[in-house]
């Protein structure tokens, strides 16, 4: 399965992006989706994740209640919308699949990841 995400950029604290994560080599509905980040000097960090179907979600506390995970199984992709951002927000975002089990904050539980992008807010 291959991942390609997209969307990330500069933005002003308080503003919104929206990633998008394009997934090929794969039935979508067949992976849980995860979003993970990394900032320079620190280790991966879980943000989102949502099962096959988009029933179960979860969130990492840091950003619950400002970023939104979804995903379109007939288009082959998931998304984070990520509002109100904070200065503590920049790094790169990767989505990640996991094939098995449920869904899971544990980024060694996820088998297939993507390059990530770049997100970098500025005060």
């Known amino acids: 399965v291959q991942l390609v995400e997209s969307g990330g950029g500069l933005v002003q604290a308080g503003g919104s992006l929206r990633l998008s994560c394009e997934v090929s080599?794969?039935?979508?509905?067949?992976?849980?989706m995860g979003w993970f980040r990394q900032s320079p000097g620190k280790e991966r960090e879980f943000v989102a994740a949502i099962s096959r179907i988009g029933r179960n979600i979860r969130y990492a506390d840091s950003v619950k209640g400002r970023f939104t995970i979804s995903r379109d199984n007939a288009k082959n992709t998931v998304a984070l919308q990520m509002n109100s951002l904070k200065l503590e927000d920049t790094a790169v975002y990767s989505c990640?699949?996991?094939?098995?089990?449920?869904?899971?904050?544990?980024?060694?539980?996820?088998?297939?990841w993507g390059q990530g992008t770049q997100v970098t807010v500025a005060s």
């Open positions: 080599g794969a039935t979508l509905s067949d992976y849980i």
């Open positions: 990640a699949a996991n094939y098995y089990g449920s869904v899971n904050h544990e980024a060694s539980a996820y088998c297939c």
